[in-house]
């Protein structure tokens, strides 16, 4: 089976991977929906979750202006280096999702 681009994936696959990651370090949904919302203007409870995943990044109602004070590594990439603009989206939001599951305060993560 071919792998699938993360991209391509529905969000319905995705949110919840992102979601899970903070309640599983005592971090709570609302706190996870309200960093998404922060960078992306994207209010979780109306979202169509069957859009691909690089639709919800790309057609963001409201990216945040201020995302690219987002600097730091995940999986051993820079945020701050990455060139194509969608997968900068992606990776800041997944900066953004780490900062809260290691327990930084919302006021610090949401700069």
């Not at 903070?22 to 929906?33: C, P, Q, S, V, Y």
Request: net charge positive; proline share 5%.
């Amino acid at each position: 089976m071919a792998r699938q681009n993360i991209f391509d994936m529905k969000l319905s696959r995705i949110y919840p991977l992102l979601t899970a990651k903070a309640i599983k370090k005592g971090r709570t949904k609302e706190e996870a929906d309200r960093i998404i919302f922060w960078l992306t203007g994207w209010n979780m409870s109306s979202v169509n979750m069957e859009m691909t995943y690089g639709d919800f990044l790309s057609n963001a109602p409201a990216f945040n202006p201020r995302a690219d004070l987002i600097t730091g590594s995940v999986c051993g990439v820079k945020v701050e280096e990455i060139e194509d603009p969608l997968t900068k989206r992606m990776r800041q939001l997944d900066k953004l999702i780490d900062e809260l599951s290691k327990g930084k305060p919302m006021d610090q993560i949401l700069r």
